[in-house]
């Protein structure tokens, strides 16, 4: 009888993680590699989230999943980019790496600026434009995400949209 | 020109092909049972802990005690039973004599006072008097006084059985006899 319920149980956890690996893996690693700048980090941040997620089995709110697996990731991307490793190798790296649509190269000019600005952005930045162009959060979602006041967050995301709007200015006049 | 509204669109673009994939599903799957099984291998037992710290402490407080008895009030650098002399003559010597017990002579000394109590001074004679001679011994010995001598000559007699051995025939109550062995020294 134990083992049936553990069975069940183990295969509702399957499930779950399979349905939230389908659904929201890849933004969790796109978002992932844009704060870091480097694939493989991106990758073993995105494997640590959901290792998480499988292991410490947290209860999530219906809808809340995504916000969950990218505080999580954001969180991870943070302590990465604290330590001095990460600044000196990935994000000192003068070039955001892409994986451009083969058929697409010649058009990707405008959308690779894009991607190099936000590469470009302070990580407190970074944050806030992903989770709000890239994601689609709210701000008042976001500051949910992120623990810190709405008005912070609108504040960051002016002066970041200032920030990225002046080097895709200064990108245009080069 | 392109706008950060634009980011959907564009990280799209660029990065179509950095995609979550089934290796990196794997990847997970394999570093949740490893992580699962390290996480059941690795818990804390803090009893166990405990017991082990506390066990190894003992057997090494029995090593210890083996080697040299803990319940030793003194040490080989307070005192030279015997034939032996101080090591370390520089030490102020304030008791020195000749222990006559039967035919036997015990020759001791207590280089530091201050260290060392009464109750401690008496626990070392006795000890010497009962490597000298048994308990059994000098209760049967046909004489039943100690004969002490101190190093100008002059002589005490004391009683070795009763006055002095304990009711569990190991500890001697010695007070007595000590404060004769101090008031002879003075």
Same mark, same amino acid.
């Given at each position: 009888?134990?083992?049936?319920?553990?069975?069940?149980?183990?295969a509702?956890?399957?499930?779950?993680?399979?349905?939230?690996?389908?659904?929201?893996?890849?933004?969790?690693?796109?978002?992932?590699?844009?704060?870091?700048?480097?694939?493989?980090?991106?990758?073993?941040?995105t494997?640590?989230?959901?290792?998480?997620? $499988?292991?410490?089995?947290?209860?999530?709110? %219906?809808?809340? @999943?995504?916000?969950?697996? +990218? *505080?999580?990731?954001?969180?991870?991307?943070?302590?990465?980019?604290?330590?001095?490793?990460?600044?000196?190798?990935?994000?000192?790296?003068?070039?955001?790496?892409?994986?451009?649509?083969?058929?697409? $190269?010649?058009?990707?000019?405008?959308?690779? %600026?894009?991607? @190099?600005?936000?590469?470009? +952005? *302070?990580?407190?930045?970074?944050?806030?434009?992903?989770?709000?162009?890239?994601?689609?959060?709210?701000?008042?979602?976001?500051?949910?995400?992120?623990?810190?006041a709405?008005?912070?967050?609108?504040s960051?995301?002016?002066?970041?949209?200032?920030?990225?709007?002046? @080097?895709?200015?200064?990108?245009?006049?080069? | 020109?392109?706008?950060?509204?634009?980011?959907?669109?564009?990280?799209?673009?660029?990065?179509?092909?950095?995609?979550?994939?089934?290796?990196?599903?794997?990847?997970?799957?394999?570093?949740?049972?490893?992580?699962?099984?390290?996480?059941?291998?690795?818990?804390?037992?803090?009893?166990?802990?405990?017991?082990?710290?506390?066990?190894?402490?003992?057997?090494?407080?029995?090593?210890?005690?083996?080697?040299?008895?803990?319940?030793?009030?003194?040490?080989?650098?307070?005192?030279?039973?015997?034939?032996?002399?101080?090591?370390?003559?520089?030490?102020?010597?304030i008791?020195?004599?000749?222990?006559?017990?039967?035919?036997?002579?015990?020759?001791?000394?207590?280089?530091?006072?201050?260290?060392?109590d009464?109750?401690?001074?008496?626990?070392?004679?006795?000890?010497?008097?009962?490597?000298?001679?048994?308990?059994?011994?000098?209760?049967?010995a046909?004489?039943?006084?100690?004969?002490?001598?101190?190093?100008?000559?002059?002589?005490?007699?004391?009683?070795?059985?009763?006055?002095?051995?304990?009711?569990?025939?190991?500890?001697?109550?010695?007070?007595?006899?000590?404060?004769?062995?101090?008031?002879?020294?003075?």
């Amino acid at each position: 009888m134990i083992k049936t319920e553990s069975s069940e149980r183990t295969a509702s956890i399957e499930y779950s993680f399979n349905e939230l690996y389908e659904l929201y893996a890849t933004d969790v690693l796109r978002v992932s590699y844009y704060y870091l700048g480097n694939r493989e980090m991106a990758e073993d941040v995105t494997q640590d989230v959901f290792v998480k997620l $499988i292991t410490n089995r947290p209860e999530l709110e %219906s809808g809340k @999943e995504k916000a969950w697996l +990218l *505080k999580v990731a954001l969180n991870r991307c943070r302590d990465l980019w604290r330590s001095a490793w990460i600044r000196r190798t990935v994000l000192g790296h003068p070039h955001f790496e892409s994986f451009p649509a083969p058929d697409e $190269i010649g058009a990707l000019a405008d959308q690779f %600026s894009l991607a @190099e600005a936000v590469n470009h +952005l *302070k990580p407190e930045f970074k944050e806030v434009v992903l989770l709000f162009y890239y994601q689609g959060f709210s701000v008042t979602e976001i500051s949910g995400i992120l623990q810190i006041a709405e008005g912070t967050v609108s504040s960051r995301l002016s002066r970041a949209r200032e920030k990225m709007m002046k @080097e895709l200015k200064g990108d245009d006049n080069q | 020109m392109i706008q950060p509204e634009d980011l959907y669109s564009a990280t799209e673009h660029v990065l179509c092909n950095l995609k979550a994939d089934e290796s990196l599903k794997h990847r997970i799957i394999e570093k949740s049972v490893s992580s699962n099984v390290n996480k059941s291998r690795s818990s804390f037992k803090p009893v166990a802990v405990f017991c082990g710290i506390l066990g190894l402490f003992l057997v090494m407080i029995s090593v210890i005690n083996s080697i040299q008895p803990l319940s030793d009030p003194g040490g080989i650098s307070m005192f030279t039973a015997g034939n032996q002399t101080s090591k370390d003559i520089s030490e102020k010597q304030i008791l020195n004599m000749d222990i006559l017990s039967d035919n036997d002579i015990l020759s001791f000394c207590f280089s530091d006072e201050q260290i060392i109590d009464d109750r401690q001074k008496c626990a070392i004679l006795v000890r010497l008097l009962e490597e000298a001679n048994s308990v059994d011994d000098m209760i049967n010995a046909p004489v039943d006084t100690l004969s002490i001598k101190k190093a100008d000559g002059t002589e005490s007699l004391f009683m070795v059985s009763v006055p002095y051995l304990s009711a569990n025939g190991k500890t001697w109550e010695c007070a007595a006899f000590f404060d004769e062995i101090q008031k002879m020294t003075k």
